[in-house]
């Protein structure tokens, strides 16, 4: 929860990938937001310059903060 961008983003959910403006659409299904998911995204973006990255982050409704639990995931699997 602590990289999404909150209610007025993008991609509001912090469970799943559905865009705002298709929240009220409940028969369509939307990718959900996997660790391993936000991770790959994140690192993704992290090869991007400050503006791009700020832009690419966004399109997930995402924040450009690394948080201890991609860390955690990472040394358990």
């Avoid at 929860?1 to 209610?7: H, I």
């Avoid at 509001?12 to 939307?30: H, K």
């Avoid at 937001?33 to 090869?47: G, L």
Wanted: proline share 5%; aromatic share 10%.
């Amino acid at each position: 929860m602590s990289l999404t961008r909150g209610n007025l983003a993008n991609f509001p959910c912090p469970i799943c990938l559905v865009p705002r403006a298709s929240q009220s659409d409940l028969r369509r299904p939307f990718a959900l937001r996997t660790t391993t998911d936000m991770r790959q995204i994140f690192n993704d973006a992290q090869a991007l310059n400050g503006t791009a990255r700020d832009n690419f982050l966004r399109e997930y409704g995402l924040r450009d903060v690394e948080v201890l639990l991609f860390i955690l995931f990472l040394s358990v699997s």
